[in-house]
T-cell receptor
Framework: GAGVSQSPRYKVAKRGQDVALRCDPI?????LFWYQQALGQGPEFLTY????????KSGLPSDRFFAERPEGSVSTLKIQRTQQEDSAVYLC??????FGGGLYNEQFFGPGTRLTVL | AQSVSQHNHHVILSEAASLELGCNYS??????LFWYVQYPGQHLQLLLK??????LVKGIKGFEAEFIKSKFSFNLRKPSVQWSDTAEYFC????????????FGRGTSLIVHP
């Protein structure tokens, strides 16, 4: 079946502009993660959803970042008043189960959205 | 909080050479360990994982990794690399039971010359 898809693949924004990044997880996957990957770095956790519930948003760098998953499938990461330091690749990942008890649960990653803020 | 160090940022090898990529982590408790690979233009994908049991883990495409608890290490190895192994490799660690957030290293870029 189809994997995780993200759109747009590339986004150029002027400083101060709002952007919205979309993630379509694998159908039926309960868990959804957003990561930020700066140039030359590994992915860093932003937020985690279990179905429509945002259980952890501890990685969001500021209150300009907002994520939602209203129907427990598609998710949107919104960044308001973008700054140059927001330039990065934003990765989405989904997994079939919810997390807990140390059970292994592979995350499947999307291709990412490369955001460039000028 | 845990952290992950990948000491080799860029590695260049010729085909058939042996590969070892270093990964050290800092976390005192039970850990789950992963290596991910990202081929040019492709998604990040899982190469292998360690949760418990045999510390020598075998993954896809002939890769293996050894968990050495006393050294807080999880080095990735392959006896003979191929041109198609050219990719970015990321080590990740997740605190044990109940945790769902992996911490990634900054990655190692591997280029294999034919």
């Amino acid at each position: 079946g189809a994997g995780v898809s993200q759109s747009p693949r590339y986004k150029v924004a002027k400083r101060g502009q709002d952007v919205a990044l979309r993630c379509d997880p694998i159908s039926g996957h309960v868990s959804l993660f957003w990561y930020q990957q700066a140039l030359g770095q590994g992915p860093e956790f932003l937020t985690y959803f279990q179905n429509e519930a945002q259980l952890d948003k501890s990685g969001l760098p500021s209150d300009r970042f907002f994520a939602e998953r209203p129907e427990g499938s598609v998710s949107t990461l919104k960044i308001q008043r973008t700054q140059q330091e927001d330039s990065a690749v934003y990765l989405c990942a989904s997994s079939v189960k919810s997390f807990g008890g140390g059970l292994y649960n592979e995350q499947f990653f999307g291709p990412g959205t490369r955001l460039t803020v000028l | 909080a845990q952290s992950v160090s990948q000491h080799n940022h860029h590695v260049i090898l010729s085909e058939a050479a042996s590969l070892e990529l270093g990964c050290n982590y800092s976390y005192g408790g039970t850990v789950n360990l992963f290596w991910y690979v990202q081929y040019p233009g492709q998604h990040l994908q899982l190469l292998l994982k360690y949760f418990s049991g045999d510390p020598l883990v075998k993954g896809i495409k002939g890769f293996e990794a050894e968990f050495i608890k006393s050294k807080f290490s999880f080095n990735l190895r392959k006896p003979s690399v191929q041109w198609s192994d050219t990719a970015e490799y990321f080590c990740a660690v997740k605190a044990g039971r109940g945790s769902y957030i992996p911490t990634f290293g900054r990655g190692t870029s591997l280029i294999v010359h034919p």
